[in-house]
Each structure stands twice: as structure tokens, then as C-alpha cells.
């Protein structure tokens, strides 16, 4: 089987074809054609075509004709074209719009011809070697990030599943929040464009929710573990979760430009806070607690209100749903409320859908 390369040689005039030939058939597979028609079947029919020398005023179909088939199939950048005619330099303008590599002029010195053809050849194979090296680069950084993400996410939801196994609880709370958060989002990204919110700007808010209750690792076992409700006093002391948080995250990076870390922050501390000022530690007032705070707020609470706690009722999506709704678990913002009206059904089927495959009992 010959593997070398081809060149396919397109001229109506067989002496050319054969002058041609002759200065190639040392290193290459000569292909030919003696029409436009012959040369687009040649070029259909054979992989591994390194240049085509194409002239252009030919029987049943030109070399433009070529050159417009060609074209639509995006193989001028793949295949180098030298036009070889004795066409008028107007003609040659035209061609050199195809994106074609060359134009030589009949009469034509074979030697020359040669050696412009070696060195386009020489060119196109390294763009091409280029972009294949380019294209397994993109590559292996995209699966260094997967793998990247994919530790950063194991690291994440194992530190915040510290918080829930100390809590005695199964750690789903924190899975709940995320599906919640990342429902939430996309309803406000669809509905509220004014957010600006973006697929990785969702994505990283959604990551960084599981983390908005790491600072309960600093809070006492007589009030993280207290069967009954807390005293004020317990309450205050459970407030702080919200800044210990901060100060665990603060402890960890150094670089607080980053975003991931502001929505860490932003989550960790604000996510108690209310849309009239009712909140904690802050007391924040409607825009001033950010979205990606204000989300995960609502998801939590409505969380903490279909699980099971040692100081609550169980109770059901649709007296969950009501009572957020109805205020009666702190003022949201109107913008969070729509988006969460919006996500009623989801949240009901994510909630069903975890009882269902629930096999802690």
C-alpha cells in the first residue's frame, strides 16, 4: 500500500500534466485531472492531498468551478491551491480571494514551480501540525480542570459535610442546597437578566453554597447539639457561625480578588440576613445583601423546613412553600420570591425524589 502524499494535478492540456508530474513523482502520488469535474471526484475519492495545481479555463468545469466546491466545504484551508494559468491578472485577483496559496503564470519554469510548491506544502503541514498540537493542549488543560474541579469539589463538600455529621445529620442538607441554589439561579438568570449572571457565575455560586454553614464547626456542642430550641442567649452565640465562617475562609486564601472565595464569603456571612434589615450578623438592607446571599438563603430556609430537626416538625412542601411566601420566615427580596415561585415544582420533586431513595432508616 502506498502511503505518500498526494498532489493532484488539474489542466486540460496533457503536456502540462506531464511536465509537471515529472518534477513530483520522485515524492509524491500524482493524481490528475483534465476538467473541473474529473478533479472534484479525484478530490472526493483520495485522503491525504497535500497540494492541488489547478488550472483554470478547462472543458465541463473550471477552475473556479473547483475552487466554489472547494470553498463551500471549508477545504481550501485544509488543501494549499496553486493556480496555474495564463489567465489575465484580473482572473488571479479573484482566485487569491478563495484563499488560495499561489498563483504561477504559463509559460512556467518547472524548477521553480518546485520549489514554491515544497515550501506552501512545507507551510500548510506546519499550521496544520500547529493546530493539532494546539487542539491536544486545549484538551489537556480541559481535563486538568475537570480533575481540578473535581478535587476542589471533593474538598469542598467534604469540610462542609463536618458541619452535618457533627450536627448528626446525613449531609444531604448540604446536596439539597446546591440543587436548590443552582434551580434558583438559572430561573434568575432567565427571568432577571439585569443580574448578569453567566453559566460560570452560576456554576462557582452553586459550588460555593455548600459552605455557608462551615463556621457551626465553632459552635459549642451544648448549642450546635441542643434537642430543644435555644435560649436567646444560645441563639446569639449560634449567630456567630455566620463570621466564624468568614474567618475559616479568610484562614484558607490569600488571594480575596478571587471570586469563588467572594461568593464563599458573600454566602457564609450574609445568607441570615433579610430584605428589611431583620437579618444577621449585619442587619443588610435589600440590595446591599448580595444575590448570591439571597439565594441561598431562601434555599435553606425552605430546607430547614421540609427536614426533620430535633426542635421542629416535619412539614410539607406546600406549608413550606406557603409560609415563605407569606413572610412568615423573614422578608425576601420580591425578585428571589418570583424565581422561587417559579422553581415551586422543582423543589417539590427534588425534595420527593430524595425520600424516595432515602435509605438511612
Given amino acids: 500500500m502506498d502511503d505518500r502524499q498526494k498532489i493532484l494535478i488539474v489542466d486540460d492540456e496533457e503536456v502540462n500534466r506531464a511536465i509537471l508530474e515529472c518534477q513530483f513523482q520522485d515524492d509524491y502520488e500524482i493524481l490528475q485531472a483534465s476538467n473541473g469535474q474529473d478533479a472534484i471526484e479525484q478530490i472526493e475519492n483520495n485522503d491525504n492531498l497535500v497540494l492541488i495545481m489547478l488550472d483554470i479555463v478547462m472543458p465541463l468545469l473550471d477552475g473556479f468551478g473547483v475552487l466554489d466546491y472547494m470553498q463551500g466545504r471549508n477545504l481550501i484551508e485544509q488543501i494549499p491551491v496553486i493556480l496555474i494559468t495564463s489567465e489575465t491578472v484580473r482572473?488571479?485577483?479573484?482566485?487569491?480571494e478563495y484563499g488560495i496559496a499561489d498563483v504561477i503564470h504559463k509559460p512556467f519554469y518547472p524548477d521553480i514551480v518546485k520549489r514554491?510548491?515544497?515550501?506552501?506544502?512545507?507551510?500548510?503541514?506546519?499550521k496544520h501540525n500547529m493546530e493539532i498540537r494546539l487542539k491536544e493542549q486545549e484538551e489537556e488543560l480541559r481535563a486538568q480542570q475537570m480533575r481540578l474541579q473535581k478535587n476542589n469539589d471533593f474538598m469542598i463538600d467534604?469540610?462542609?459535610?463536618?458541619?452535618?455529621?457533627?450536627?448528626m445529620e446525613t449531609g444531604e442538607h448540604i446536596r439539597r442546597i446546591k440543587y436548590f441554589t443552582r434551580i434558583l439561579l438559572k430561573y434568575l438568570e432567565k427571568y432577571f437578566p439585569k443580574y448578569g449572571l453567566t453559566k460560570t457565575q452560576?456554576?462557582?455560586?452553586?459550588?460555593?453554597?455548600?459552605?455557608?454553614?462551615?463556621?457551626?464547626?465553632?459552635?459549642?456542642?451544648?448549642?450546635?447539639?441542643k434537642p430543644a430550641r435555644l435560649t436567646p442567649e444560645e441563639f446569639e452565640?449560634?449567630?456567630?457561625?455566620?463570621?466564624?465562617?468568614?474567618?475559616i475562609l479568610d484562614s484558607f486564601q490569600k488571594d480575596q480578588s478571587d471570586e469563588f472565595y467572594?461568593?464563599?464569603?458573600?454566602?457564609?456571612?450574609?445568607?441570615?440576613?433579610?430584605?428589611?434589615?431583620?437579618?444577621?450578623?449585619?442587619?443588610?438592607?435589600?440590595?446591599?445583601?448580595p444575590i448570591s446571599a439571597q439565594i441561598v438563603a431562601i434555599a435553606d430556609v425552605y430546607d430547614a423546613l421540609v427536614s426533620e430537626r430535633v426542635y421542629k416538625e416535619v412539614y410539607g412542601n406546600s406549608i413550606a412553600y406557603k409560609m415563605i411566601m407569606d413572610g412568615e420566615c423573614g422578608q425576601f427580596s420580591p425578585d428571589v420570591l418570583e424565581c422561587f415561585e417559579l422553581a415551586k415544582e422543582d423543589f417539590f420533586n427534588i425534595v420527593e425524589v430524595i425520600k424516595m431513595f432515602s435509605f438511612t432508616e
Fill in 237 to 247: 452565640i449560634m449567630k456567630t457561625h455566620t463570621t466564624i465562617g468568614c474567618e
Fill in 91 to 96: 482572473n488571479s485577483e479573484t482566485a487569491y
Fill in 262 to 289: 467572594r461568593y464563599c464569603y458573600e454566602i457564609c456571612r450574609w445568607h441570615h440576613e433579610r430584605w428589611d434589615g431583620k437579618g444577621y450578623p449585619d442587619h443588610l438592607v435589600g440590595d446591599q445583601i
Fill in 202 to 225: 452560576i456554576d462557582e455560586i452553586a459550588r460555593a453554597s455548600a459552605l455557608h454553614d462551615i463556621g457551626k464547626v465553632g459552635i459549642p456542642d451544648a448549642i450546635l447539639l
Fill in 158 to 167: 467534604a469540610l462542609s459535610s463536618v458541619v452535618e455529621f457533627r450536627s
Fill in 116 to 126: 514554491r510548491a515544497e515550501n506552501i506544502i512545507e507551510l500548510y503541514q506546519n
